[in-house]
């Protein structure tokens, strides 16, 4: 994916939001959401999740939670810590989620991050325009 930028994000807060149980609409994130910040979290497939060249038709595995802002009554998270960060200026689909998705991996593999086998996804509006970011957690330090 052209002009990814991979950056290394400590959260210090948690990002909360209210748990969705059914998809919007049964759309992949990031296909044709309401104007509304979400969040998605999908544990990856074991074998895909720290190859160097993993197949993108298998990359994630199941769905763990989804949720959006609102009441935080039953409340889901991207919890606080170290994470590997890239963000699109657009909403993007599920090929380009996983393409960006891949992209990170690679950048946090060759830098020798130890990196956890969950993906969170969150689309959100800033200033009125769509914005695709994923948080791939990191544990630890790099490996020397």
């Given at each position: 994916?052209?002009?990814?930028?991979?950056r290394?994000?400590?959260?210090?807060?948690?990002?909360?939001?209210?748990r969705?149980?059914?998809?919007?609409?049964?759309?992949f994130?990031?296909?044709?959401?309401?104007?509304?910040?979400?969040?998605?979290?999908?544990?990856l497939?074991?074998?895909q999740?720290?190859?160097?060249?993993?197949?993108?038709?298998?990359?994630?595995?199941?769905?763990?939670?989804q949720?959006?802002?609102?009441?935080?009554?039953?409340?889901?998270?991207?919890?606080?810590?170290?994470?590997?960060?890239?963000?699109?200026?657009?909403?993007?689909?599920?090929?380009?989620?996983?393409?960006?998705a891949?992209?990170?991996?690679?950048?946090?593999?060759?830098?020798?991050?130890?990196?956890?086998?969950?993906?969170?996804?969150?689309?959100?509006?800033?200033?009125?325009?769509?914005?695709?970011?994923?948080?791939?957690?990191?544990?630890?330090?790099?490996?020397?």
């Amino acid at each position: 994916m052209e002009d990814l930028n991979t950056r290394n994000l400590n959260l210090l807060a948690p990002l909360r939001y209210t748990r969705q149980d059914a998809p919007p609409d049964g759309l992949f994130p990031g296909e044709g959401l309401p104007p509304e910040e979400w969040v998605f979290c999908f544990d990856l497939d074991r074998n895909q999740a720290q190859a160097f060249e993993p197949e993108g038709e298998n990359y994630l595995g199941n769905l763990v939670f989804q949720g959006k802002t609102g009441n935080l009554v039953q409340m889901v998270e991207i919890p606080a810590g170290k994470y590997l960060f890239a963000q699109k200026r657009s909403l993007l689909g599920r090929q380009d989620i996983i393409s960006m998705a891949i992209e990170v991996q690679k950048d946090g593999l060759w830098e020798r991050w130890t990196l956890n086998n969950r993906l969170y996804i969150r689309f959100l509006y800033e200033d009125e325009a769509p914005v695709s970011q994923i948080f791939r957690p990191v544990e630890g330090d790099m490996i020397l």
